[in-house]
């Protein structure tokens, strides 16, 4: 698909949980800003799909407010091991990075790994010593971390609560120290689709643990032949269905964004009683967004207009513009 | 699923690669040892899908010409890190390592985080973390690796290969360095379907390179509703296109399993130029096996018969029992 009639979308998410009202402002706003930072891409610079999802998870990473980047949460060891994904979908070119510690911004280390080298995937030391040879410069745990996710891990440490407990999966959508995730995904004026996903995971996630952000077909997907997709919410239970790819099957079947959203997180729900939330843009700008949980911080940008939400069945209109632009 | 008419078939291979005359005997006895120790699981004992794949990966990670646990190849660093995932059809649960060290069979390592955590995938330090506590002797590197794995990895010190030139992908299948893989999947007495599937990589990949091996719907996928797919062969190319997930997909789009396992193989060589194999079994035993590879050891046990082949088109017959059983 090469043909100047599409009109470059892109979407974002925050995170399917069970968000308190205490982060409600924060997280509007942190999708927004993001939003706002891949569409000036898309439009303001007639850049690529790739170049704009990578710019606006990158601004969801460096938000304190979100569980990515700064903002992650720490695992049982009290330590930040982060996982990030991107992928274009062209060539179904991807680069990913799992349990890599002390720098800012895993998704430009994905994008790195996809670019300059000959592989799709590199984890723990090895992700780490890549990034030094990249000349990314390291970072203490500290400036990774908040305050509130402190409070979360030593929840769990008085409390001896499972990790079962601490997600906001099944059940328990009420619970709060969940956390989750931030994604894009995008279309632009080539017809070229892309998405990336990075996460701090989930509150005393076990040493190690890699959940469905990085893994390719679970946390994200894209193909220019149908569209792409970025995928939040219970990891263990998204990958067991591969989501994001799965999302796009049902695209490929006939379905509208919208409805294969919906249909593979009901199939999750139907399945594994697993709870989560997808954004998706088809290769032609159709939007879809969805999730299972209580909520999920959402934006979106087209045609000028910006549109975001947090609750279900809800759309608010933003502004495309900061003041500063 | 739930009734006694389903045949208990499995399923091997041994890798898809440019398996060389030297080691053609050895792959076809590798495979065939496999089958006739998942099949026993299966047929002698009454037992499980799940613990027949396990079994048989065993006993092809205990086998030193094949890529897996003893046999493993080395990294760039000439280090040992093995990948491996198992997975079971009822409820989806899947258990997975990536980038360990030191451990005889991945593959128990990879049950073990199935059944004792509430994870899917722990990589690096905290996979053999997690050994440590499971009980599991470390062994020194020196007792997996082989003398020919040894002399690849300095054929690429000397002559400073590229990982591509090494892997047995695209234009070069003449070449012998690449090694690959191992896998299993069956269907028991009660229609679950279980696929696993284990490796020590390619030879001269980068430190923390994790392939489509240990990946869910990459290296593996199964589901009661469908089948069973376990994949090998150049590992980017198949985590690209999501291979096991495909080929489930196509078997839920009417195809039978050999046919989804070629129309899934020959999207990625159109797609990609990249080559691979995959064994598949339906929940109710229809047997799929193809490669775009010069070769792959396979062999299937079914009804009493074991066959198995390396060259494309070949089909023999073994002895189901050895003169032990």
């Known amino acids: 698909m090469n043909c100047s009639t599409i009109t470059p979308t892109i979407v974002i998410h925050g995170g399917a949980w069970a968000i ?59 330590d930040v091991e982060m996982d990030a994904i991107i992928m274009e979908g062209q060539h179904l070119k ?112 076990m040493v190690g643990r890699v959940g469905d952000s990085p893994i390719i077909g679970c946390g994200a997907y894209c193909d220019n032949a149908v569209g792409a997709v970025s995928t939040t919410g219970h990891g263990e239970s998204i990958m067991k269905v591969t989501l994001a790819r799965d999302v796009l099957y049902n695209m490929q079947q006939g379905m509208s964004s919208q409805a294969a959203a919906e249909k593979s997180l009901d199939y999750m729900t139907e399945r594994l009683a697993g709870a989560g939330g997808v954004v998706v843009v088809s290769n032609h700008g159709d939007i879809g967004y969805h999730f299972t949980t209580e909520r999920m911080a959402w934006a979106s940008a087209k045609d000028g207009i910006l549109n975001y939400g947090i609750n279900p069945k809800e759309t608010l209109t933003g502004k495309l513009l900061t003041e500063a632009s």
Chains 1, 2 share one sequence.
């Open 20 to 78: 308190p009202e205490s982060l409600l402002e924060a997280s509007c706003v942190g999708v927004q800003n993001a939003a706002r930072a891949g569409y000036q891409i898309l439009v303001g610079e007639g850049g690529s799909a790739l170049d704009a999802v990578q710019a606006a998870v990158r601004v969801l990473e460096d938000d304190p407010a979100l569980d990515a980047g700064t903002g992650s949460v720490l695992n049982v060891a009290g």
């Open 94 to 205: 991807a680069g990913a990075v799992a349990g890599v510690k002390n720098i800012r911004n895993p998704i430009n280390l994905a994008r790195m790994v996809m670019d300059k080298t000959d592989h799709v995937m590199l984890v723990g030391e090895g992700a780490n010593l890549f990034a030094s040879k990249m000349g990314i410069s390291q970072v203490p745990k500290e400036e990774l971390v908040t305050q509130e996710n402190i409070k979360a891990w030593e929840h769990y440490q008085n409390f001896k609560l499972t990790v079962e407990d601490l997600s906001s999966n099944g059940a328990d959508n009420n619970n709060t120290y969940g956390h989750d995730t931030v994604g894009a995904v995008a279309v632009d004026i080539h017809g070229n689709v892309a998405c990336a996903t990075s996460t701090g995971g989930i509150t005393a996630k």
